[in-house]
């Protein structure tokens, strides 16, 4: 994989990403915790942000990975005096709020303050254009987390085993891995499509044609997940 794909690759993500919230959605032996927390890291290098950390176990706060630039909650009976103080943060400057595994949330009945803290959450960071990223069990056993919560997210991603896929947009698929430590990215479609759309000057109806015959090939690949 070459350094100038996988750059242009993280550029594109961390485009997608920035000043928006994003949950990444993974298959159970999937190793996402460890993807998405290196693809956080790449852009608090790359965009200088300041980083929120969202917890809801109070070990995680022992973390070597974070950096001194490093605000940490642990969300436990504090929800409106954490707001208070995210707010006062993500007011002053724009940060990347990281939000640990929402799938960790519990039962429905124990789930419902923790789901309004996040929903404030979610429209105070769509008011001052943060950067919001965290991550959910594709098969979450909390209803309400996938029903109520995961549709208000503006971006949703799929991670699969080496893929990652944009929800409802078919051509915005990354083919990832981790070597030695390193997170390496690439476009999963073939060059060959890519190449065509440059080449060529393709008529609304062309790309119209070729968008579907691509999109039939992904769609056949997100449904036998």
């Known amino acids: 994989m070459s350094n100038n794909k996988h750059e242009r690759t993280l550029i594109e993500l961390l485009a997608v990403l920035g000043g928006k ?17 290196m693809i956080t890291q790449e852009m608090e290098k790359g965009y200088k942000l300041p980083v929120i950390r969202i917890c809801w176990n109070e070990n995680e706060l022992d973390n070597e990975m974070l950096t001194d630039n490093t605000s940490s909650f642990y969300i436990f009976r504090n929800f409106t005096t954490a707001l208070i103080r995210i707010e006062k943060l993500i007011s002053r400057e724009k940060h990347l ?35 919001l990223v965290t991550l959910v069990d594709k098969e979450c056993r909390n209803p309400l987390v996938k029903a109520e919560l995961v549709p208000h997210f503006r971006n949703c991603f799929i991670i699969a085993e080496g893929r990652i896929a944009k929800d409802n947009d078919r051509l915005a698929d990354i083919r990832y891995s981790i070597k030695s430590g390193k997170l390496y990215l690439e476009p999963y479609l073939p060059d060959d499509v890519n190449k065509i759309k440059e080449i060529f000057s393709l008529t609304p109806e062309e790309k119209k044609e070729l968008d579907r015959i691509v999109g039939q090939s992904l769609e056949e690949y997100r449904t036998s997940m």
Do not use: H
């Open 21 to 37: 919230s994003s949950v990444f959605c993974y298959k159970e032996g999937v190793l996402a915790a460890n993807l998405v927390t």
């Open 97 to 131: 709020i990281m939000i640990s595994d929402i799938s960790n949330l519990g039962s429905e009945q124990n789930s419902r303050p923790y789901m309004r803290f996040l929903s404030i959450l979610l429209r105070k960071n769509k008011e001052y254009g943060s950067t």
